[in-house]
């Protein structure tokens, strides 16, 4: 056993497990499994050239030299990123934690009520210190969400203005400016005109319909918007609000104002800089609205037996269901960022909140009086956080870099300066010394922070926030650890048993990949920070880009969008660009088969383009002859094609080079959504099948943990023809030499996270890459071959084998009045996840077992699903009283003094002998989905506030 190569640790079957699971497969070895899953003409001729594997000793070594090469100055440079103080109890007990960064998105809500909770909290803390009715469950980042406002907005707008287009939508230039190039690039393709200008001179004309604020302003200027927002309500122009969330702890809050929407980043509730993300955007609004806010929304419900539970609600706004009527594509949050965030909150308190926004605000006080003492003079009327002083920009950058201090200069006189939780005296002593030397004076020295207030009397908050118990009781460590344990022990996850979501990659996340996170050379790097001071996230995030675009056979690659659907928007906006500089602008048609991603026609339709749905086969595959009449008929304005590879349904579909090649001949490119790339690695790959452009899931096949629902990193690669279009950043050079505005809000979007799938590649090389494939296929073909003798398979490739996912079809068991949402809840009760529900076929369940599950945990799997289809066959139509139905099965049950079921306790809760060595307790009983939808609550409001009378 070869101990130090971390494909051993990372691919779950054994040697000796082969030949027990080829038998059962029916081929002799990995050679004919592949020949018969894979089509002739696409497998890859020669291995991947990177580099050879390191061991994780050695990588560990690696990462810990490489993060040494960045410089972790003191950052003020601000711009929407800010030093913070990770709470130590949060770091160790859910930021470094399996239970909590393994977990899925909590679809099966009766096994993620810990998760749920927290997400509760989360939004709880945006509605009360934004002042709104309702937020989501997080979003990408701050710029993403501004668009998402905006979108919002325009969605909205009267009957009237509809009829009449109207279609401005003004920005202040006071926004931040990397939220301005994500406007830009959402706003254009669906016409709307952006309006640039000073919110002072608007005149609220009858052509807008929309308008964004920043709060405090990018340099710090606090304004009050009252007036303002008045103006706009009487004139029918709907306004949000990006606003900076810890100064809402003392400045009246946006929702006070009249805001329709507040949006920001909850960046410096807890959460690492990171070179730029992962961080949990917030997103606010009216109730009103709840039908086209975008994301997730957690909301309160009630269990079979009456009691609370939570799930996530209005689910049929999201994109899966609205597919190109959606206003957003997308489909996830920053889910354990935003639990981070919220338990921040929990742990400091509203007392907490407001004693770490006085000392910033104090300490920025502090700072400016002494700098207007030495003549260095503050400019801004009001503030929070940021001052902005006149000075020899050039000098002073010089000294401040000497004493490895970063500033933001905004031109060669003017200086903005950004405090944060960090910043302590002896700092503010240390930035006047640098500006003391810049202007040749002797410095000043300050022995406490000034406590008078540079926030205008009008807008100091008034307004109490936070008074929940949660918010209040949980100070002490003890207190807060034992909170945490809490609610993760009601939470389903990785390290309990294997997560067999088909579509969904759920493999393992390796501590050796996740180690360098918490490490402050990598964790604690302003996006802006001076390229001079970042050599090893240069280093690391161009050598991603390379490995990448090796696996994918693209030219280059960019890592700016921070999701997955982002991905897809990135690659069809660089399509759009490559038809506009040809004068092909015109090029509009996206092609897109009936089985796809809900995602890729949401994404088409914000990317301006408008979608031609084409037929499947009965066999599952792309109707390749509808397919070629629809590309011929829109031959003169045929933009793209977007296919899945293999197909949504499990399938390696042998028509693919024809596919594209048809697509190539009729003036389109193509598209390929990585969702199952994992199928793909280092066997065949997006440019060997014709691809132009694919985005990859690197919270997918690349290792990054979902979350419990985010973070994510969706880059795309692309070839020649679109290399000049990769997005680029304002703040940063990044992107092509034709580049297309700003994607995400950081350059290189979820930088810190990148080094997970860094570390994957770097530590499983050519071969190990290879490897995973190959044991993905194998672990998905031998839970088929146990399982098409007691369930259906859908779809199989020509010789009868899946891909690395396959689809269970149980539409039939209806008969037995079972339908396939109890199976899920039944599975909960052996100790599993369920595989995905209803798609992409309604009354299905789609599993994929990855890679990195071994063979015992896939038999306990396959024996849990087997020993439920024989309680389907128990079951009537007539008789509901089933463990199918009344699944899952609680503690509370079990211990109950009544039972008045007609099968038995062990039935219930042990109905396999493996279940009693390790078994999770749900922790509530089935959730009643339309109660919750009914009686919308989004927030922690007592049980009071959602009982029906």
């Known amino acids: 056993m070869k101990t130090d190569a971390f494909a051993l640790r990372h691919i779950g079957p054994r040697e000796t497990d082969l030949e027990h699971m080829f038998k059962t497969i029916g081929v002799n070895d990995m050679t004919q499994l592949l020949y018969e899953t894979f089509p002739d003409g696409i497998r890859l001729k020669e291995d991947l050239q990177l580099d050879p594997a390191m061991t994780e000793y050695e990588y560990a070594n690696h990462i810990h030299e490489l993060g040494k090469k960045n410089k972790v100055f003191k950052s003020y440079i601000g711009l929407g990123y800010h030093p913070t103080i990770v709470p130590a109890p949060i770091q160790r007990n859910i930021f470094e934690n399996p239970g909590w960064y393994t977990a899925y998105t909590p679809y099966q809500a009766e096994i993620a ?52 287009n109207i279609n401005k939508f003004f920005v202040s230039e006071e926004i931040l400016p990397q939220t301005l190039s994500v406007l830009q690039t959402r706003s254009t393709p669906v016409g709307i005109e952006l309006v640039v200008g000073n919110h002072e001179t608007f005149d609220f004309s009858a052509e807008f319909f929309g308008a964004i604020l920043q709060y405090p302003g ?36 946006p929702g006070e104002m009249g805001a329709d929407v507040v949006v920001g980043t909850t960046q410096r509730f807890g959460i690492p800089m990171g070179y730029g ?12 609205y709840k039908r086209s806010m975008p994301g997730r929304i957690i909301g309160v419900s009630v269990d079979a037996n009456g009691n609370r539970a939570l799930r996530m609600a209005l689910g049929t706004r999201e994109q899966h269901i609205k597919r190109e009527k959606a206003t957003s594509n997308i489909c996830t949050a920053q889910v354990l960022l935003a639990v981070m965030a919220g338990m921040y909150a929990v742990y400091h308190g509203p007392k907490g909140l407001k004693y770490i926004a006085n000392k910033v605000h104090a300490s920025a006080v502090t700072a400016a009086d002494a700098l207007n003492k030495l003549g260095v003079y503050q400019t801004n009327s009001a503030f ?18 000497r004493n490895e201090v970063n500033f933001y200069y905004v031109d060669a006189e003017t200086i903005s300066i950004s405090f944060n939780e960090t910043t302590s005296v002896s700092d503010v002593n240390q930035i006047i010394a640098i500006f003391a030397e810049a202007v040749g004076k002797d410095a000043i020295t300050v022995s406490e922070l000034s406590t008078a207030s540079q926030l205008p009397a009008s807008l100091e908050r008034t307004s109490s926030f936070l008074t929940y118990d949660v918010f209040n009781n949980h100070h002490s460590e003890s207190q807060l650890m034992r909170y945490i344990k809490k609610l993760e022990r009601k939470d389903l996850s990785l390290n309990h048993s294997m997560i067999s979501l088909g579509s969904c990659t759920m493999k393992l996340n390796a501590a050796s990949e996740m180690l360098p996170l918490s490490m402050p050379n990598w964790n604690s790097i302003h996006p802006f920070a001076p390229v001079e001071q970042v050599e090893g996230y240069t280093t690391m995030l161009k050598k991603l880009e390379d490995q990448l675009s090796v696996i ?22 660089t399509i759009r660009a490559y ?71 499990g399938v390696y579909e042998s028509s693919i080079i024809e596919i594209t090649q048809l697509i190539h001949d009729n003036g389109g490119l193509v598209y390929m959504d990585g969702a199952n790339m994992n199928a793909q690695v280092g066997l065949t790959n997006p440019a060997t099948i014709g691809a132009d452009v694919c985005h990859l899931n690197l919270h997918k096949t690349f290792a990054i943990p979902h979350g419990g629902g985010g973070p994510g990193v969706g880059p ?82 020509e010789c009868g084998r899946a891909a690395h996912e396959m689809i269970l079809d149980c539409r039939a068991f209806k008969q037995n009045g079972i339908e396939v949402g109890d199976i899920a809840k039944r599975l909960m009760d052996y100790g599993f996840h369920a595989p995905t529900v209803s798609f992409p076929v309604a009354g299905t369940l789609m599993i994929e077992p990855t890679e990195s599950e071994d063979l015992a945990e896939l038999d306990r799997f396959c024996d849990a699903l087997i020993a439920i289809r024989q309680e389907i066959e128990e079951a009537t139509a007539e008789d509901k009283n089933n463990p199918l139905k009344n699944a899952p099965h609680t503690l509370t049950m079990l211990t109950s003094d009544a039972w008045d079921l007609p099968y038995t306790r062990e039935k219930a809760a042990y109905p396999l002998d493996y279940i009693a060595d390790n078994k999770f307790w749900p922790s509530v009983r089935r959730i009643d989905d339309a109660y919750g939808d009914r009686n919308l609550v989004c927030s922690c409001a007592p049980i009071e506030a959602y009982i029906e009378s």
């Open 579 to 649: 038809h506009i500089s040809r004068g092909e602008g015109d090029r509009n048609v996206c092609l897109i088969p009936s089985s796809a991603h809900g995602t890729n026609p949401a994404s088409a339709a914000m990317a301006g383009m408008k979608i031609v749905v084409t037929k499947t086969t009965p066999e599952g595959n792309i109707d390749v002859e509808d397919l070629r009449a629809k590309a011929i008929e829109h031959k003169d304005d045929l933009s793209c094609l977007m296919v899945t590879y293999p197909s949504t349904h």
């Open 277 to 288: 993300g992962p961080h949990a955007a917030y997103f606010a609004t009216k109730e009103e």
């Open 218 to 253: 990018k340099y710090g200027q606090v304004n009050d918007y009252s007036a303002f927002i008045a103006k706009a309500k009487e004139n029918e122009i709907k306004v949000a609000v990006a606003a900076d969330i810890l100064s809402l702890a003392t400045l009246t809050s």
């Open 113 to 164: 009520q810990g998760r749920l909770e927290a997400i509760l909290n989360f939004q709880t803390v945006v509605t009360e210190l934004s002042g709104m009715e309702i937020a989501n469950a997080s979003l990408l980042d701050e710029g993403t969400a501004a668009a998402e406002a905006m979108a919002l907005l325009f969605d909205v707008r009267s009957r009237d203005q509809k009829k009449n």
């Open 384 to 401: 929070f956080d940021t001052i902005l002083v006149k000075a020899d920009a050039q000098k002073v950058k010089a000294i401040a870099e």
């Open 716 to 797: 795309i690669c692309v070839n020649e023809k679109l290399l000049p279009f990769l997005p680029s950043n304002p703040v940063l050079k990044v992107g092509g030499e034709q580049a297309i505005t700003a994607i995400s809000s950081a350059p290189y979007g979820s930088a810190l996270v990148c080094l997970i799938s860094y570390g994957y590649i770097t530590m499983l090389g050519a071969e190990g890459l290879r490897s995973a494939t190959e044991y993905a296929i194998l672990n998905a073909n031998y839970m088929k071959a146990r399982f098409e003798s007691h369930y259906p398979i859908l779809y199989t490739g």
């Open 552 to 573: 994918t056979g693209f030219a280059g690659t960019t890592l700016q969008p921070n999701s997955g659907a982002q991905g897809e928007y990135a690659g069809l906006m």
